[in-house]
């Protein structure tokens, strides 16, 4: 594991104990086991990859390790498992194990993954995405992860931390660019998404923040190419993702 960066400045670490508290703060985050999502996603990358939308799927979060369960997805009966970085799998409606893949992160290098993912390589993608999107900004708190202090954006006044996670870790790309709005929001990420090629780069923006039982979470994402600097190519949305419903569940409750 990679070790925590230099401490940041009295200021800067100010700033992000009062974004931990605007997204619920991190003593609620540890008493969750799961969280559950009802969400749909859509967009141009379900369409090039050639796998089915989501829609009003139930998507389950587990806040203490990176897994997550979708239900009834690929289709209806089914459960798509991500299992860590090292295991995905689908099951049938008893349990039974119908397909696996360890290492599943190594097989977006084959070729024919340009023009089509499989229901594992989504169980992949769609388990660490979610996981990360769900779990941020808490995993700014892990030791593991290296925060870095970056110039604020004055014009549109949000503060940017540039993020570097460990090697192997589950997400889109090592080096990450988080922006929060003055309300302590995650207005903002860009990143690189490996598995389609180190050219995918995407700003992804993350609006309609909801309380849910004192979790805030941002209800509709949308994902853009980054073509030229750092500017979003809203004229194609890679991935749109809105949040119906939100069910938290504690660790004292399981």
């Known amino acids: 594991m990679q070790k925590a960066g230099p401490s940041l400045s009295p200021l800067h670490a100010a700033r992000i ?3 931990i508290t605007a ?3 991190l003593a609620h985050w540890r008493l969750l086991a799961t969280i559950e999502l009802e969400l749909s996603a859509s967009g141009f990358l379900f369409a090039y990859k050639r796998i089915p939308v989501m829609q009003h799927v139930r998507v389950v979060v587990n806040t203490q390790t990176p897994q997550v369960t979708f239900h009834d997805y690929p289709s209806i009966g089914k459960v798509t498992r991500f299992l860590g970085e090292h295991l995905v799998q689908i099951e ?13 992160r190594a097989m977006f ?3 024919c993954r340009f023009f089509h993912w499989d229901a594992l390589d989504f169980a992949y993608f769609g388990g660490y995405a979610f996981w990360n999107y769900v779990a941020t900004p808490f995993l700014l708190t892990n030791q593991a992860v290296k925060v870095e ?4 954006d004055t014009a549109s006044k949000l503060t940017k931390f540039t993020v ?3 090697e192997h870790f589950p997400t889109h790309s090592q080096q990450q660019a988080f922006y929060f709005n003055q309300a302590g929001q995650l207005h903002r990420l860009d990143y690189t998404t490996e ?3 180190t050219w995918a780069n995407a700003a992804h923006f993350c609006e309609d923040y909801k309380t849910f039982f004192g979790l805030s979470l941002p209800t509709k994402r949308r994902v853009y190419p980054k073509l030229i600097g750092n500017h979003p190519f809203k004229a194609i949305t890679m991935v749109a993702v ?8 504690y660790v004292n409750a399981i």
Do not use: N
């Open 23 to 25: 997204h619920g703060g």
């Open 195 to 197: 598995v389609l090629g």
């Open 17 to 19: 104990r009062e974004i």
């Open 242 to 249: 809105d949040i119906h419903s939100v069910t938290l569940r």
């Open 164 to 166: 570097i996670f460990p």
């Open 109 to 111: 290098s084959h070729w």
């Open 149 to 152: 202090e970056s110039a604020d």
């Open 92 to 104: 049938d409606a008893s349990g039974k194990v119908l397909q696996s893949r360890e290492h599943p």
